[in-house]
Nanobody, 125 residues
Framework: VQLQASGGGLVQSGGSLRLACTASALTLDDYAIGWFRQAPGKERDFVAAVKRSGGTTYYGDSVKGRFTISRDSAKNTAILQMNSLKPEDTAVYFC???????????????????WGPGTLVTVSS
């Protein structure tokens, strides 16, 4: 089972990108979905997540009000809409899925079972 993140690219500061997370052999609605990012030389940071049931969403402080996580169940896809992008948003973005995600561990990348290879987002100033 592998997830695939797509939609990354080069964008100017203030621009928008829409990342998509798809999966093979996995129904994403059955899992909590998290987005994380990792800049060169830095740790993997939490960006956003949506719980499996109820769809409660969570965001990292640095992206609140700018990023939106959602699901497209018909397409078995999770979406990260990124607006008002800043150069500090530059990173490789990963999506992850977990079946045992609760509020206390939703920010922890080690709580997620399935990962994809990531997609690079570059924001120029």
């Amino acid at each position: 089972v592998q997830l695939q993140a797509s939609g990354g690219g080069l964008v100017q500061s203030g621009g928008s990108l829409r990342l998509a997370c798809t999966a093979s052999a996995l129904t994403l609605d059955d899992y909590a979905i998290g987005w994380f990012r990792q800049a060169p030389g830095k740790e993997r940071d939490f960006v956003a997540a949506v719980k499996r049931s109820g769809g409660t969403t969570y965001y990292g402080d640095s992206v609140k009000g700018r990023f939106t996580i959602s699901r497209d169940s018909a397409k078995n896809t999770a979406i990260l809409q990124m607006n008002s992008l800043k150069p500090e948003d530059t990173a490789v973005y990963f999506c992850a899925a977990g079946s045992t995600i609760i509020t206390s561990n939703i920010y922890n990348p080690r709580a997620y079972h399935y990962w994809g290879p990531g997609t690079l987002v570059t924001v120029s100033s």
